[in-house]
């Protein structure tokens, strides 16, 4: 129907025509898809949410003498960070605790502090508070140094996520007689509640279920800015088990992201403490969809009740738990406060903003409208996914 090139000519002309995912769902409905496909060039999509393997690396403006961080120790606001690459390249994980107690005081199932929170300091522009103590050589013959960094006191500071945009995920539930603290929030004993985190149909991943669209050099909104597919997330799995509509039926595909700090936001960069569980990073992220051809157009279409999640167990045996005869649940379902599982409504409650999302999908939209975000086309496909032609 449309190559990427010629959706970037249309971006560069001012005649591009986009739509995010939500709004793509009510338009096949009134036009269907071969129409929907003809009259909209981009479909937009995004999602907010706790995305913990994410983090950032920067190169440090050496001092006079010089040091080398790597072999040594160093910390940022008393968050311990990674050096052991050469003598100014550090990396600190969202997840990253300080040595001493984190949690908050008066709340003692708070962490008050971590990585994340770091991160989003430095995005804002503030300053931490850097040391570090090493042994010395020749040719970096300093053994300490505490200063005060920002952003601008860095070579180069980026934001390198392993495994960002989960496909799908579960629907957490226990069943035990405790309460359990996880990274889906707290989870109340007796099926006190049912967690999920998910953007449902304006989710990037699941408007592309066969990753077509998608792959290493895809560019995409990040943070408030721009960054780039980089290669597979950990954990993906590029050949789930599907349903009839091709989406996964599991958590599935995952990828591993990459941007400028520079060109980022707090607004989109949150640290987030989850209760007795630790610190964690809630991220913006927006994946741009050329419509190439119409099973494009009709994969986008899908809507939250198209969509369903695994009911899982999260008190024993997890990650198995009892999958199988728990059943599934769809977005619409959750979305509206309560489900039924075993005869007993459930409160539902989601870790993700859809309204955030929504902010997210709609901001990719003006930036490509506006001509100052055009497409890239893959290098390679992710593994499973076959690239659709035009790209």
């Given at each position: 129907?449309?190559?990427?090139?010629?959706?970037?000519?249309?971006?560069?002309a001012?005649?591009?025509?986009?739509?995010?995912?939500?709004e793509?769902?009510?338009?096949?409905?009134e036009?269907?898809?071969?129409e929907a496909a003809?009259?909209v060039?981009?479909?937009?999509?995004?999602?907010?949410?706790?995305?913990?393997?994410?983090?950032?690396?920067?190169n440090?403006?050496?001092p006079t003498?010089k040091?080398?961080?790597g072999?040594g120790?160093?910390?940022?606001?008393?968050?311990?960070?990674?050096?052991?690459?050469?003598a100014?390249?550090?990396?600190?994980?969202?997840?990253a605790?300080p040595?001493?107690d984190?949690?908050n005081?008066?709340?003692?199932?708070?962490f008050?502090?971590?990585?994340a929170h770091?991160?989003?300091?430095?995005?804002?522009?503030?300053?931490?508070?850097?040391s570090?103590?090493?042994?010395?050589?020749?040719?970096?013959?300093?053994?300490?140094?505490?200063?005060?960094?920002?952003l601008?006191d860095f070579?180069?500071?980026?934001?390198?996520?392993?495994?960002n945009a989960?496909?799908?995920?579960?629907?957490?539930?226990?069943?035990?007689?405790?309460?359990?603290?996880?990274?889906?929030?707290?989870?109340?004993p007796?099926?006190?509640?049912?967690?999920?985190s998910?953007?449902?149909?304006l989710?990037?991943?699941?408007?592309?279920?066969?990753?077509?669209?998608?792959?290493i050099g895809?560019?995409?909104?990040l943070?408030?800015?721009?960054?780039?597919?980089?290669?597979?997330?950990?954990?993906?799995v590029?050949?789930?088990k599907?349903?009839?509509?091709?989406l996964p039926?599991?958590p599935?595909?995952?990828?591993?992201?990459?941007?400028?700090?520079g060109?980022?936001?707090?607004?989109?960069?949150?640290a987030?403490?989850?209760t007795?569980?630790?610190?964690?990073?809630s991220?913006?992220?927006?994946?741009?969809?050329?419509?190439?051809d119409?099973t494009?157009?009709?994969y986008c279409?899908?809507?939250?009740?198209?969509i369903t999640?695994?009911?899982?167990?999260?008190s024993?045996?997890?990650?198995?738990?009892?999958?199988?005869?728990l059943g599934?649940?769809?977005?619409?379902?959750?979305?509206?406060?309560?489900?039924?599982?075993?005869?007993?409504?459930v409160?539902?409650?989601?870790?993700?903003?859809?309204a955030m999302?929504?902010?997210?999908?709609?901001?990719l939209?003006?930036?490509?409208?506006?001509?100052?975000?055009?497409?890239t086309?893959?290098?390679?496909?992710?593994p499973?996914?076959?690239?659709?032609e035009?790209?």
């Open positions: 129907m449309r190559s990427i090139e010629e959706i970037n000519a249309k971006i560069k001012g005649k591009v025509v986009v739509a995010t995912a939500e793509v769902v009510d338009l096949v409905k036009k269907g898809v071969k003809a009259q060039d981009v479909v937009a999509t995004g999602t907010f949410g706790p995305m913990c393997s994410s983090g950032m690396y920067f440090l403006k050496q003498p040091i080398k961080c072999g120790t160093i910390t940022l606001d008393e968050v311990p960070a990674y050096a052991g690459w050469a100014a390249d550090i990396c600190l994980g969202c997840t605790l040595d001493e984190p949690r005081a008066v709340y003692p199932g708070l008050k502090f971590g990585g770091v991160i989003e300091k430095l995005v804002g522009g503030g300053k931490a508070k850097l570090a103590k090493t042994y010395g050589t020749d040719c970096y013959p300093r053994k300490e140094l505490n200063m005060e960094v920002g601008e070579n180069n500071a980026v934001l390198f996520n392993p495994r989960y496909q799908l995920y579960n629907v957490a539930i226990n069943m035990s007689d405790r309460t359990i603290y996880t990274y889906m929030g707290v989870i109340k007796r099926l006190g509640n049912a967690n999920y998910t953007a449902g149909e989710s990037p991943l699941l408007n592309d279920p066969l990753l077509r669209t998608l792959g895809t560019r995409i909104f943070g408030g800015g721009e960054g780039y597919v980089t290669w597979p997330g950990t954990q993906h590029g050949k789930p599907r349903d009839d509509k091709d039926m599991a599935s595909a995952t990828v591993a992201v990459m941007g400028d700090l060109g980022m936001v707090p607004k989109y960069l949150r987030a403490s989850l007795g569980y630790g610190v964690t990073l991220v913006g992220f927006g994946m741009p969809i050329p419509v190439v119409e494009v157009m009709a279409a899908i809507s939250d009740e198209d999640y695994p009911i899982v167990e999260y024993e045996n997890y990650p198995l738990g009892r999958l199988a005869d599934r649940v769809s977005m619409a379902e959750l979305m509206t406060g309560s489900i039924e599982i075993e005869g007993k409504k409160p539902t409650g989601c870790l993700a903003s859809r999302g929504r902010e997210v999908a709609q901001e939209k003006q930036s490509i409208i506006e001509g100052s975000f055009l497409l086309k893959p290098v390679a496909p992710l499973g996914a076959q690239l659709a035009g790209l």
